[in-house]
């Protein structure tokens, strides 16, 4: 069981010797090479292997994850790659394990893989990428996880929401406001669920922007299924949208040329884009707040929690507000 010390900090023992020993106890033999890659809720590492190319050591964060839903999130992964879809998914052992067990910390092991950021104006890798979605998503209305939270009003909307509030970060003079804006949000996210339902939820990558996609010569790869869950297609799909409306419909036009290629697209889910965008904001805020204990997200998001940041907080939820009350009255 973790301490309250530990939960505050919990990499404190994870030094570059254990590490390395982390890497060696499944086999491998470690150069003493190692670098910190970025990322903020897992720990992330290249380590020099003797003989051969570099291995990423991805080490989890103690206590978000139950090992089934990790091994879900591995499983995905596997079922993807025998399809030839181009993901990075963790090295399996010669007994087929995926994920490792070193003291306190939970590991997995990857092949190392290099490429450039998707460039969301080019409709070329858009449509390309859109092919890949559906790919993607054809594998993964074939079952459903288990152990993987589902994308609903409750889990990213009202529990951020009440996280929020329980844990006093929204400041006093801000409060009557922040809360009648969220629960009108949260209202009219509830409506528009309603009015599309029902809805076919398939197993999705789940935080799918263009900083979890490489492209490179042999083309796109998805990274980081830490977040895959279960919900509807246009999920993964909105979060390459940007600019104004005539930038989205180009840019939507592309991804669902491909995209229809391999699965089929029901187009009331555009309905819900504005929805699940609300509910990024609050479930995001709320992921910033429950690792604000953790002593790199301070220092890496010194923004966050100041009464600035909750001001801009709020005029961007009355925006959306606003966006949502379009969403609710015309459908695309």
Not at 3 to 8: A, E, S, Y
Not at 99 to 128: C, I, M, S, T, Y
Not at 148 to 173: C, K, N, T
């Amino acid at each position: 069981m973790q301490t309250d010390d530990n939960k505050n900090t919990p990499y404190a023992t994870l030094t570059p010797d254990l590490i390395l020993d982390a890497v060696e106890s499944v086999g491998f033999h470690c150069t003493g090479s190692l670098l910190a890659l970025n990322s903020y809720e897992n720990r992330v590492y290249q380590i020099g292997i003797e003989d051969a190319a570099p291995l990423i050591a991805k080490f989890y964060r103690p206590g978000r994850w139950a090992d089934a839903s990790i091994l879900e999130e591995h499983q995905f992964a596997l079922e993807l790659l025998e399809h030839e879809i181009p993901v990075i998914a963790p090295l399996p052992t010669e007994h087929g394990d995926t994920l490792h067990h070193f003291q306190a910390f939970r590991f997995a092991l990857f092949p190392r893989k290099g490429g450039r950021v998707l460039e969301l104006d080019n409709l070329e890798q858009l449509e390309w990428m859109g092919r890949f979605l559906g790919r993607l998503h054809a594998v993964g209305a074939c079952k459903s996880f288990k152990h993987r939270i589902r994308l609903d009003i409750q889990s990213y909307g009202y529990d951020p929401y009440r996280f929020l509030v329980d844990q006093h970060f929204i400041p006093a003079e801000l409060m009557h406001n922040f809360c009648h804006t969220v629960e009108a949000i949260l209202q009219s996210v509830e409506q528009i669920f309603q009015q599309v339902e029902p809805l076919a939820s398939i197993r999705l990558h789940g935080d799918c922007h263009a900083g979890n996609v490489l492209w490179n010569a042999g083309g796109l790869q998805i990274v980081d299924l830490d977040d895959c869950l279960m919900g509807p297609a246009i999920q993964d799909i909105w979060m390459l949208l940007s600019g104004d409306h005539a930038q989205v419909k180009a840019q939507l036009d592309s991804i669902l040329s491909g995209y229809r290629e391999f699965y089929d697209f029901d187009p009331i889910q555009l309905r819900l884009i504005e929805s699940f965008r609300a509910l990024r904001m609050l479930h995001y805020a709320a992921w910033l707040a429950r690792r604000w204990h953790d002593p790199a997200f301070p220092l890496s998001f010194p923004w966050f929690n100041t009464p600035r940041y909750w001001q801009e907080q709020l005029q961007h939820l009355r925006e959306q507000a606003v966006l949502l009350d379009d969403a609710l009255n015309n459908e695309t």
